[in-house]
Nanobody, 122 residues
């Protein structure tokens, strides 16, 4: 069993930056495909970014060139660096993981964190 705990959310003004962290418990973190998703009020959860076991990354078009996902296997942690934040980035951000290959489909992930709120004011 893997437990994921997000941190780093908060209230910022448009144009600011935040870095989210997701700490994973358990073994074999390096073998997990990790992703970030978000859910805004009244909207469905959506894919944000993902990173594979070889540090290959993929991003939603809405965050490409502004957000960067990375991982530190020595710390069992995945990060989401968010720059040039916009009010439309306001959402609860979730970290998710799964063993083996993965992609943008949330229903394919086995493990989820509790979420961290990001609020961007205009």
């Amino acid at each position: 069993q893997v437990q994921l705990v997000e941190s780093g959310g908060g209230l910022v003004q448009a144009g600011a930056s935040l870095r989210l962290s997701c700490a994973a418990s358990g073994r074999s973190f390096s073998s997990y495909y990790m992703g970030w998703f978000r859910q805004a009020p009244g909207k469905e959860r959506e894919f944000v970014a993902a990173i594979n076991q070889n540090d290959g990354t993929t991003y939603a078009d809405s965050v490409k060139d502004r957000f960067t996902i990375s991982r530190d296997n020595t710390k069992n942690t995945v990060y989401l660096q968010m720059n040039s934040l916009k009010p439309e980035d306001t959402a609860v951000y979730y970290c998710a993981g799964r063993p083996g290959p993965g992609d943008y489909r949330d229903y394919t992930y086995n493990y989820w964190g509790q979420g961290t709120q990001v609020t961007v004011s205009s």
